[in-house]
């Protein structure tokens, strides 16, 4: 019989045996002054409560969000792994707060000890978006680069970026402290008030109400593929499970996205860019076999008001449909109101018999701005939220034509140009 062997907790690994006491009180553990110099488990449970003892509310669900998402890119693009930064020393985010003279919230803090952002490098860890003539991809910024570039100007004050774009100059930024009708610890894109002439006219896209909030719930839809891995990078794509619709053998699905650095609250213009993917089935008979030539769009905004689109192919493109062929492309649109809806159809024939002509169905996908907040300077002292009003103007344009986007086209390096904005 095998000698046995004697269970000691002196010799299991730290993270496990972290992992295991997590789920008891830190209070009870490190309660008692006697502590035995053979009960190391305790020394390092002490000393890691030492370290880290502030950010208790935080740590447990910020540490796993960043395990399972550097888990998640292990497997689909390593080399964003290779771009984080180890931990931000305690020392040295005091001295960050000295220098900015505004207090950091604690979820920020614990985050940063586990990876201080990542290098400068593209693509960006917190997502992409490409189209022909457009390209965004933001990086999670280090707390160096972040404190140099926190604003403290007028319609921008006690703001901090969390992320950048090379390409657009975008950031998404957090308030440090609730003024000029922000919320403490709110995450938002900045969008200047078109219509004003005071320049500290700054609208807000939220993308989050805390550091928590805002990185658990991208990570979430990282390592769940809602977002979508392409060329090794994370699409911020949004796909609706029910937006789905099968014709006989083909099937058609949509996800959406909305492009903050291309919309405006003042004038209303919101830009969004939608993916589709045809797949014919694998075991559907050959004879079936068939092309692309048309698509009809039927476009329903806010206020109910429609608009019917036809045109030739998708993006300038007729794909031929054979048994597991799989086409994706991406187009975009703009819209005057806050939220509007797309469905129609697609017009094929078959190869072996061009008079043979059906309809594949489109299903209904909607588009609706992220909320937002207009500019304290426009609301006279009173912000207010908006999610879902709608406005006068009933302008939108489905740009097929206009903006091809197909993915596996897509120019990556495209130098922060801008998509024209069609009617």
């Known amino acids: 019989m095998a000698a046995s062997m004697e269970l000691s907790l002196n010799n299991l690994p730290s993270d496990p045996l972290l992992l295991m006491l997590s789920f008891l ?63 931000a020393k305690e020392e040295e985010l005091d001295g960050i707060e000295a220098q900015i003279c505004c207090k950091l919230s604690n979820d920020y803090r614990c985050s940063y000890r586990i990876h201080n952002g990542q290098k400068l490098v593209v693509p960006g860890l917190m997502g992409s978006m490409a189209l022909s003539n457009h390209y965004r991809s933001e990086d999670l910024l280090d707390i160096e680069t972040a404190a140099g570039g926190f604003q403290q100007r007028k319609g921008m004050r006690q703001c901090l970026p969390l992320t950048f774009c090379f390409h657009t100059g975008l950031s998404q930024y957090m308030a440090l402290e609730g003024t000029e009708g922000r919320s403490h610890s709110e995450i938002f894109y900045h969008c200047p008030d078109q219509m004003a002439q005071d320049p500290s006219a700054i609208d807000m896209f939220i993308t ?77 008979l ?111 344009s489905d740009t097929d034509d206009h903006n091809e986007g197909e993915l596996r086209g897509i120019n990556m390096a495209a130098p922060g140009g801008r998509c024209p904005r069609h009617i």
């Not at 990570?219 to 006989?248: L, M, S, W």
């Not at 939608?274 to 797949?279: F, L, W």
Request: with cysteine.
């Open 286 to 396: 050959p004879e079936n076999a068939c092309q692309l030539d048309s698509r009809y769009w039927k476009i329903t905004n806010a206020n109910g008001n429609v608009e019917e689109v036809r045109g030739p192919g998708v993006v300038g493109e007729f794909p031929v449909m054979t048994p597991g062929k799989v086409h994706e492309y991406a187009s975009c649109t703009t819209f005057s109101t806050t939220s509007e809806y797309m469905e129609g159809h697609y017009t094929f024939h078959r190869l072996k018999n061009k008079e043979e002509i059906f309809d594949v169905c489109i299903p209904r996908f909607h588009m609706v701005c992220p909320p937002f907040r207009e500019s304290i300077v426009r609301s006279q002292g009173s912000a207010r939220d908006v999610s879902s009003a709608s406005f006068n103007e009933d302008n939108s």
């Open 25 to 87: 009180d830190f209070r009870d553990l490190i309660r008692s002054d006697k502590i035995q110099k053979v009960q190391t488990w305790k020394e390092l449970f002490r000393e890691f409560y030492t370290d880290l003892g502030r950010y208790i509310d935080h740590y447990g669900t910020l540490k796993k969000a960043w395990d399972d998402l550097k888990r998640y890119l292990d497997q689909q693009c390593p080399r964003m792994i290779a771009s984080l930064k180890e931990g």
């Open 208 to 284: 989050g109400s805390s550091f928590t909030e805002w990185f658990t719930s991208y990570v979430h839809n990282v390592v769940t593929g809602e977002y979508p891995i392409i060329r090794d990078q994370i699409f911020r794509y949004v796909h609706d499970k029910q937006c789905v619709a099968t014709t006989g053998d083909i099937t058609v699905s949509v996800s959406t996205s909305f492009l903050p650095e291309l919309s405006s609250v003042h004038p209303p213009h919101f830009f969004f860019t939608y993916r589709i993917r045809i797949e014919m089935a694998k075991d559907a």
